[in-house]
């Protein structure tokens, strides 16, 4: 399994020089890729345009997505700008979509909530399309695209990777509740008669000594429209080592190709915290975790 950080860019009052900063340290390891996540109503940087300016200052991390919100974009323009970043970062950008989950994002967008779903297949359906189109470039730097990843928890999304991606991004939560998912995806590639098999992405959250109460107030707030449900997000925090040792080890045994560690406090201190408990654990420098 993998293991990749966050950039802090959902984190309300981030200074941009600071989210800079903190992919510049990344790229020097132990971390595989940096993650990004999609709000529009929310005081949080645009996700692509944040990947842009870590591709800058980086040199080996994959850039990921996890989650873009593909229904508020057309999906020309979204093709466009994944291939741009692809072709700038070398090849490196990981196209993580889903529909979302916050109405308040699609009323700010001016896209009606409920045509959610028809959007999102429609622009799934068109991507690698856009993507081979010659008169709409630049090319991807990864033959036929980015690898493209789909998330949620209903039956059609699992369908919907099976069909048009290469694999599945899941939000977060314990390690079982990936394992459940991770075998529907599993099962639609299979029924799809797909060869090998999908890549199987997910998410936690950190916040390391006196900054998890911080971090869990985050999260609440973060969290905040799913109702009491975000207390349980934020009682998953990770804040010890032995928390995150067991949590890497409970999704690698899940099938985990990929896990990203988001930050819920935006100091530095966080990320060298995290570096130095994850090679404490034996992850490599490039974010291999062999356990």
Not at 154 to 178: E, I, N, T
Not at 236 to 258: H, I, K, N, V
Request: charged letters at 15%; hydrophobic letters at 50%.
């Amino acid at each position: 399994m993998r293991v990749g950080v966050g950039l802090p860019t959902a984190l309300p009052g981030m200074a941009g020089a600071a989210v800079i900063e903190w992919a510049l340290r990344a790229d020097s390891g132990p971390f595989s890729s940096l993650g990004v996540l999609d709000r529009l109503v929310y005081d949080s940087y645009d996700p692509l345009i944040s990947l842009a300016a870590a591709a800058a200052v980086t040199t080996r991390v994959r850039l990921a997505t996890t989650i873009v919100i593909s229904p508020l974009h057309s999906p020309a323009h979204l093709a466009k700008e994944a291939a741009s970043l692809d072709a700038l970062s070398g090849g490196r950008l990981v196209l993580g979509v889903a529909v979302g989950a916050r109405a308040d994002d699609y009323a700010a967008a001016g896209v009606d909530y409920h045509t959610r779903g028809q959007r999102f297949v429609a622009g799934l359906a068109a991507l690698r399309d856009y993507w081979e189109d010659p008169g709409l470039g630049p090319a991807p730097a990864q033959l036929g695209g980015p690898l493209l990843l789909v998330g949620g928890l209903s039956d059609s999304s699992f369908a919907r990777l099976a069909r048009y991606a290469d694999g599945y991004v899941h939000g977060g939560g314990p390690a079982k509740a990936f394992a459940r998912a991770a075998d529907k995806a599993r099962a639609a590639w299979a029924d799809a008669e797909r060869p090998g098999h999908p890549q199987l992405w997910a998410q936690g959250y950190f916040a390391f000594g006196p900054a998890a109460e911080a971090g869990a107030a985050y999260l609440r707030d973060y969290y905040a429209f799913t109702g009491p449900f975000a207390d349980k997000i934020a009682a998953g925090l990770l804040t010890t080592p032995q928390a995150l040792a067991g949590f890497l080890r409970g999704y690698a045994e899940a099938g985990c190709d990929e896990l990203i560690l988001f930050p819920t406090v935006a100091d530095p201190a966080q990320l060298a915290a995290l570096a130095a408990t994850l090679a404490g654990l034996g992850v490599t420098a490039q974010g291999e975790w062999p356990a």
